[in-house]
């Protein structure tokens, strides 16, 4: 029997093996044009769409094993890959073909009074590590991006979708293959919880880790990784009706923010209201929100408004404003003032995403500048931190800390920089 | 006597005390304007210059003190302010106040099809920690950067330092009051390693810790942080003279890398000669090298003309290769061809500046193009990799990682950004 010290090693090893084949692949992507670059996404794409067969056989084996072990409905539907999602997680890959490459793109630069020109320039991080769940299309999409971002990328997907993951990724690597590059660009790490650790304790090898999922594996990764890592998704979003707020308009971006759906880390957990505009405001907001089967989690003061509004009502506890529900709960109090408002937000956001409903322009920017959040909207819906909305044509995740990246990140958020000095001779005295 | 568990939960209580009052300054500075910001830089410079006496009698005790327990001579150096490095620093802060202030600088922004405005904004960090060694100028360097980019800045500076660090700080704390600015902006962080550990725990609260000092320090922080970390520093750079390369400028570049300060992360540590040129270049450089006392490190067919040049000669052992000397000593290797000097690189470059002399525009462009590293030079010595060199005005250190920040960090890598969407109603559909 081996002894847990040796077992640590050999996860440690097949990490690093997986990685130094990740770093010799990642440095011909890297240099690889994007005409290059395209021309395999669109090829895996198809590749994909001519799988679908098997792709969906082994999705069915591992929705099944699911099933057998109780796997969550939600959880279940977010595993199954048909017909149709296979070739949307196709047409991702296309979408990724046409943006623009990240990977050049000069920065800044200058020339400095010695004469030596400096320019800063974009260029691929390396190895890129993903820990996710139970989604397969994070495969493709990952991949795809990984890529055109010109780097090499080892996935690391749920159990769940063990065998999904496993066809998905085989098809992708042989369409590098068969477009000249090399498959190692993409890899599947396979294996119990330790050698997830031991991922997470490849710095060095790995440049880049990015876990995407629930709150406890993000925690997990971010506490124990010695890998640089961007912390991803919790958001426990805030919506705050103010004063001069337009209350159609608060209806449709309350309404829209928290049931529109209800899983995603963009969906407002927490609606604020000025205490001026509340007894106008709250029987339309919750009367809306009753129709759409939300429970109201409210201060004492909120429970004959939430009864008259035919709303499910519990009173509100500490954790309440503390919490991500994603579910059709929502906290809801009244502030006494727009400083009200944003004492509950510094205290109890997560710093995903905060709105205003608001026409007042100096409530506005006040707003604006005091939340600290990767997002700040004003008089629109929380679900608008989204890289498919905000234009970037794809996400890999949306970061919640303040280092590198924050808010969605796409293929920019996927490169590092590097400083290029030329010079004649140059040297300091 | 109290518990180690005990000792433990004081230590973090002590960071989170200073934590949250560095917070509620952030939140001061982050929306002061610029003009306020310059002019406590200013009155900052004007406290310190008036306070010289204070400062140099008490680092006359940090320096007997440091003698007394046998602090090498170069770190006695470091460590000692006269009144003139006192105005030195002081003429720092001025130049920061010239500097543009990063925050509130627009870094992209669009239209969305549907109306939203959106724009990706630079705002502070927050709270910024800095964890480093003897010399206390970064003391007042750190401060005014952290300042002027908006953040709060918790010091920890080494313990030899500790008298001036005191003295610096609290004259600078002053000025910050006496301009009406919160003193908490600027805190220095008190106590025995254990404080230093807890300041590495304080995810959260502290959204950066940057070490800055020599290898150990920074691998600490690096792996034991779970707040997130900015790696600086190490600096093992290689200086290739190609086949192409004009020798009197490889000449002046080696000499310069090497010998103009051997002290700094961005000297040069080892050189490597294209083999067609080893006949022509070895004899030069040695000699020139030799001359300034440098010791060379090589392999056995180096050993010849080590000899004829009056270069002290050792054997490279393997470490040879890796290490980074901070000393007269220069590991030296021939190499076959562009290629060879590449694969040397690779595997031993700390990624912080590589330079390769040449007039090849092919070989120029391959070498900045397959070098991994926070700076390239093209006949150049390796030394520019600086922020005043670049025109940044300042630096707070230079980073060797390729999250968020690599090269030389000035004020904009202490900044993060927030998305702001303004739209009149918009709900996703």
Same mark, same amino acid.
């Given at each position: 029997?081996?002894?847990?010290?040796?077992?640590?090693?050999?996860?440690?090893? %097949?990490?690093?093996?997986?990685?130094?084949?990740?770093?010799?692949?990642?440095?011909?992507?890297?240099?690889?044009?994007?005409?290059?670059?395209?021309?395999?996404?669109?090829?895996?794409?198809?590749?994909?769409?001519?799988?679908?067969?098997?792709?969906?056989?082994?999705?069915?084996?591992?929705?099944?094993?699911?099933?057998?072990?109780?796997?969550?409905?939600?959880?279940?539907?977010?595993?199954?890959?048909?017909?149709?999602?296979?070739?949307?997680?196709?047409?991702?890959?296309?979408?990724?073909?046409?943006?623009?490459?990240?990977?050049?793109?000069?920065?800044?630069?200058?020339?400095?009074?010695?004469?030596?020109? %400096?320019?800063?320039?974009?260029?691929?991080?390396?190895?890129?590590?993903?820990?996710?769940?139970?989604?397969?299309?994070?495969?493709?999409?990952?991949?795809?991006?990984?890529?055109?971002?010109?780097?090499?990328?080892?996935?690391?997907?749920?159990?769940?979708?063990?065998?999904?993951?496993?066809?998905? %990724?085989?098809?992708?690597?042989?369409?590098?293959?068969?477009?000249?590059?090399?498959?190692?660009?993409?890899?599947?790490?396979?294996?119990?919880?330790?050698?997830?650790?031991?991922?997470?304790?490849?710095?060095?090898?790995?440049?880049?880790?990015?876990?995407?999922?629930?709150?406890?594996?993000?925690?997990?990764?971010?506490?124990?990784?010695?890998?640089?890592?961007?912390?991803?998704?919790?958001?426990?979003?805030?919506?705050?009706?103010?004063?001069?707020?337009?209350?159609?308009?608060?209806?449709?971006?309350?309404?829209?923010?928290?049931?529109?759906?209800?899983?995603?880390?963009?969906?407002?957990?927490?609606?604020?209201?000025?205490?001026?505009?509340?007894?106008?405001?709250?029987?339309?907001?919750?009367?809306?929100?009753?129709?759409?089967?939300?429970?109201?989690?409210?201060?004492?003061?909120?429970?004959?408004?939430?009864?008259?509004?035919?709303?499910?009502?519990?009173?509100?506890?500490?954790?309440?404003?503390?919490?991500?529900?994603?579910?059709?709960?929502?906290?809801?109090?009244?502030?006494?003032?727009?400083?009200?408002?944003?004492?509950?937000?510094?205290?109890?956001?997560?710093?995903?995403?905060?709105?205003?409903?608001?026409?007042?322009?100096?409530?506005?920017?006040?707003?604006?500048?005091?939340?600290?959040?990767?997002?700040?909207?004003?008089?629109?819906?929380?679900?608008?931190?989204?890289?498919?909305?905000?234009?970037?044509?794809?996400?890999?995740?949306?970061?919640?800390?303040?280092?590198?990246?924050?808010?969605?990140?796409?293929?920019?958020?996927?490169?590092?920089?590097?400083?290029?000095?030329?010079?004649?001779?140059?040297?300091?005295?």
């Amino acid at each position: 029997m081996p002894s847990p010290t040796l077992g640590r090693m050999n996860e440690q090893a %097949v990490v690093s093996r997986l990685a130094e084949a990740a770093r010799g692949a990642s440095r011909v992507v890297a240099l690889t044009p994007r005409g290059r670059k395209d021309k395999a996404l669109l090829s895996m794409a198809d590749a994909l769409v001519a799988a679908t067969d098997e792709i969906v056989a082994a999705n069915a084996e591992d929705v099944e094993r699911g099933r057998a072990e109780g796997l969550r409905a939600n959880l279940l539907d977010r595993l199954t890959l048909d017909a149709d999602r296979v070739a949307a997680a196709a047409d991702g890959l296309r979408q990724v073909a046409g943006l623009a490459d990240p990977v050049g793109e000069v920065v800044r630069g200058s020339t400095t009074p010695t004469g030596l020109q %400096v320019r800063q320039v974009r260029v691929p991080m390396g190895v890129v590590g993903m820990i996710y769940e139970a989604r397969p299309n994070v495969t493709v999409d990952a991949a795809g991006l990984a890529l055109k971002s010109g780097n090499a990328v080892i996935l690391r997907g749920g159990s769940a979708a063990e065998r999904t993951n496993a066809v998905l %990724v085989q098809v992708m690597r042989d369409a590098l293959e068969a477009e000249g590059l090399p498959a190692d660009a993409v890899q599947l790490l396979e294996g119990d919880r330790e050698v997830v650790k031991a991922l997470m304790r490849a710095r060095g090898e790995v440049d880049l880790l990015i876990p995407r999922g629930g709150a406890g594996l993000i925690q997990t990764v971010v506490t124990e990784s010695t890998v640089p890592t961007i912390e991803t998704g919790v958001g426990n979003c805030h919506v705050y009706v103010d004063a001069a707020a337009d209350l159609e308009m608060a209806e449709a971006i309350v309404v829209n923010a928290k049931t529109h759906r209800t899983s995603v880390c963009n969906a407002a957990e927490t609606l604020l209201v000025h205490r001026s505009v509340a007894a106008a405001a709250l029987p339309r907001l919750l009367t809306a929100l009753a129709a759409r089967g939300v429970t109201i989690h409210g201060d004492p003061e909120i429970e004959s408004v939430a009864q008259a509004a035919d709303a499910t009502f519990e009173p509100a506890i500490e954790d309440d404003w503390a919490d991500e529900y994603l579910s059709l709960d929502l906290a809801v109090r009244v502030v006494a003032d727009l400083d009200g408002a944003l004492d509950h937000i510094r205290r109890y956001s997560s710093g995903h995403t905060d709105a205003i409903v608001t026409g007042d322009r100096a409530a506005a920017r006040r707003f604006v500048d005091e939340v600290d959040a990767a997002a700040v909207m004003v008089n629109a819906s929380t679900r608008f931190t989204d890289g498919g909305e905000l234009g970037f044509g794809a996400e890999i995740g949306i970061s919640t800390q303040k280092l590198h990246a924050r808010g969605p990140m796409a293929l920019q958020e996927l490169t590092s920089t590097k400083w290029v000095i030329e010079g004649d001779g140059q040297v300091r005295d």
